[in-house]
T-cell receptor
Framework: NAGVTQTPKFQVLKTGQSMTLQCAQDMNHEYMSWYRQDPGMGLRLIHYSVGAGITDQGEVPNGYNVSRSTTEDFPLRLLSAAPSQTSVYFC?????????????FGSGTRLTVV | QQQVKQSPQSLIVQKGGISIINCAYENTAFDYFPWYQQFPGKGPALLIAIRPDVSEKKEGRFTISFNKSAKQFSLHIMDSQPGDSATYFCAASGQAGTALIFGKGTTLSVSS
């Protein structure tokens, strides 16, 4: 049982480049979300999904796109990377949209934009 | 607007001591208050959680105290150990379908 798998673990991008951060879960969880973690800022919500085909914006959505075509996968796309997007990105999932269950987090993707 | 305020930002405790981390929230619709523990290079992991219908929840050395009227909750780590050295996040969420809102985190160092 892999849980939440994020790839890649590390990535360096040049300003203006695009890339997709992958997130997959094998627990049949309905709810998936993306957070970014920056020093002193905690975990800030970027986008989330309550089920396949349904996504919504979080606190810091600008510069990021998401889609949810399957229950298992929730990729995060950076269309034109900027240095301000240098961060550690975490994907998380939960069994249902309710809050009675804790989130399961992936191990993160450390992204550097130069 | 920061909906969950966490303090202190960092904390140093001697082995065997009590670590206390505090959080305050603003939204009275919040009804779920978890604490997450994160080790370097790892994702956060659920440590303990509480709902506002109880004032305290204990799991081993970890206790959440909840004060609904003051809109505050805290994590107490009894008999703190060097292995407890990590970053701790409080969080809160409301009705079904809403995401967790996290505090900014507390870095705990337990000295031996």
């Amino acid at each position: 049982n892999a849980g939440v798998t994020q790839t890649p673990k590390f990535q360096v991008l040049k300003t203006g480049q695009s890339m997709t951060l992958q997130c997959a879960q094998d627990m049949n969880h309905e709810y998936m979300s993306w957070y970014r973690q920056d020093p002193g800022m905690g975990l800030r919500l970027i986008h989330y999904s309550v089920g396949a085909g349904i996504t919504d914006q979080g606190e810091v959505p600008n510069g990021y796109n998401v889609s949810r075509s399957t229950t298992e996968d929730f990729p995060l796309r950076l269309l034109s990377a900027a240095p301000s997007q240098t961060s550690v990105y975490f994907c998380a999932s939960s069994p249902t949209v309710g809050t009675a269950y804790g989130y399961t987090f992936g191990s993160g993707t450390r992204l550097t934009v130069v | 607007q920061q909906q969950v305020k966490q303090s202190p930002q960092s904390l140093i405790v001697q082995k065997g001591g009590i670590s206390i981390i505090n959080c305050a929230y603003e939204n009275t619709a919040f009804d779920y208050f978890p604490w997450y523990q994160q080790f370097p290079g790892k994702g956060p992991a659920l440590l303990i959680a509480i709902r506002p219908d109880v004032s305290e929840k204990k799991e081993g050395r970890f206790t959440i105290s909840f004060n609904k009227s003051a809109k505050q909750f805290s994590l107490h780590i009894m008999d703190s150990q060097p292995g407890d050295s990590a970053t701790y996040f409080c969080a809160a969420s409301g009705q079904a379908g809403t995401a967790l809102i996290f505090g900014k985190g507390t870095t705990l160092s337990v000295s031996s």
